[in-house]
C-alpha cells in the first residue's frame, strides 16, 4: 500500500530554518509528481509546493517563494522541503502528498503530517 511519512518538524524560532522529509513507500515514486500541503490551526489546506517526477519543475505558493525550496531524490525515494526565514504564520502541520500522475495536481494519497511550530 502507498504510504508517506514526514519526518523533521519540530520548534524553530522566527527566521530560523528547517527541512522536511518524506519517506515514500508502495508505488514507483518516480512516476509521480509530489507536493507539500499544509494546515495551520483553525485553518483549511493551504497548498505549499510542488515538484515534477524528476524534479525539473518546481512549482511554489506566493508566500514561500524564495524561502521554501522542495527536491527529491528518487533513488532514496524520499522528497524533502527546505524551509528558511521562517515566520510565525508558517506554523501548521505539513503533510506531503502524491499527485495522481506526473503533475495533474489531484492528491490522491497524503501522509499523516509532522508539525511545524514557529516561535520565540
Known amino acids: 500500500e502507498v504510504q508517506l511519512v514526514e519526518s523533521g518538524g519540530g520548534l524553530v524560532q522566527p527566521g530560523g530554518s528547517l527541512r522536511l522529509s518524506c519517506a515514500a513507500s508502495?508505488?514507483?515514486?518516480?512516476?509521480?509528481?509530489m507536493s507539500w500541503v499544509r494546515q495551520a490551526p483553525g485553518k483549511g489546506l493551504e497548498w505549499v509546493s510542488a515538484?515534477?517526477?524528476?524534479?525539473?519543475?518546481?512549482y511554489y505558493a506566493e508566500s514561500m517563494k524564495g524561502r521554501f525550496t522542495i527536491s527529491r531524490d528518487n533513488a532514496k525515494n524520499t522528497l524533502y522541503l527546505q524551509m528558511n526565514s521562517l515566520k510565525s504564520e508558517d506554523t501548521a502541520v505539513y503533510y506531503c502528498?502524491?499527485?495522481?500522475?506526473?503533475?495533474?495536481?489531484?492528491?490522491?494519497?497524503w501522509g499523516q503530517g509532522t508539525q511545524v511550530t514557529v516561535s520565540s
Open positions: 502528498a502524491k499527485d495522481l500522475s506526473q503533475l495533474v495536481w489531484v492528491l490522491d494519497y
Open positions: 508502495g508505488f514507483t515514486f518516480d512516476d509521480y509528481a
Open positions: 515538484i515534477s517526477w524528476n524534479g525539473g519543475s518546481t
